[in-house]
């Protein structure tokens, strides 16, 4: 039984790890992917930043080869370590800095209750 546990555990532990150690390629900076994507070095970074502020965030990771410079190969060495998510929306706010209030109807109850 505690084998089982123990196996259970690990099994719930490991994809938390591998995102841990993925960058996010709609929100890392030039010097992050340049650290963390293999034969991305500075320049390809940065254009892969630019791309991204003039075309807004990537839907999958398989369109980094619309950036100049980033080839197949440059992904598929690298798709395990990136991944997408939500760009941060431009002058949000993080979460502790907006007022309690937020989320609530007239109430002061969240929506629907």
Do not use: W
Not at 11 to 26: E, H, K, T, Y
Not at 30 to 42: F, H, M, N, S, Y
Not at 57 to 85: C, S, T, W, Y
């Amino acid at each position: 039984m505690r084998s089982f546990i123990t196996c259970l555990l690990l099994c719930c532990a490991l994809p938390a790890v591998a995102l841990a150690d993925s960058i996010n390629i709609n929100t890392a900076d030039a010097p992050a992917l340049d650290r963390a994507l293999k034969g991305v070095g500075a320049a390809r970074a940065a254009a892969i930043v630019e791309y991204r502020k003039a075309h807004g965030p990537f839907k999958n990771v398989d369109e980094l080869a619309l950036v100049e410079g980033i080839g197949r190969k440059v992904i598929e060495d690298n798709r395990g370590q990136m991944h997408v998510g939500a760009a941060k929306p431009a002058g949000a706010k993080p979460a502790a800095a907006q007022s309690p209030a937020a989320g609530r109807n007239a109430a002061g109850r969240p929506p629907g209750r």
